[in-house]
Nanobody, 114 residues
């Protein structure tokens, strides 16, 4: 499984960005897809997760502002981020887990200026 994340960039506070994660390999629709982020000097944290059936869960810090989605026909997962805050600045990673193996995208940098 290979994951390719894209869509990061520089945005002003209050703005929006959409991250995308393209997955290779089979059985994409059968597995959870997750978005993590890691801010400078901080541990990586789970931001959002979506089940194979489309059920989403979010970290409290992004609830109501971020929306995770997936398109199983295209093997993609997305993270729509709105009302961005400077504290959302981080490298964002898409992730999935199959059996006991973790798969990570390469990360995409999101910078929110105040």
């Amino acid at each position: 499984v290979q994951l390719q994340a894209s869509g990061g960039g520089l945005v002003q506070a209050g703005g929006s960005l959409r991250l995308s994660c393209a997955a290779s390999g089979s059985a994409f629709s059968s597995f959870y897809m997750n978005w993590y982020r890691q801010a400078p000097g901080k541990q990586r944290e789970l931001v959002a997760t979506i089940s194979s059936g489309g059920r989403a869960n979010y970290a409290d810090s992004v609830k109501g502002r971020f929306t995770i989605s997936r398109d199983n026909s295209k093997n993609t997962a997305s993270l729509q981020m709105s009302s961005l805050k400077p504290e959302d600045t981080a490298v964002y990673y898409c992730h999935t887990k199959r059996l006991s193996n973790d798969y990570w995208g390469q990360g995409t940098l999101v910078t929110v200026s105040s």
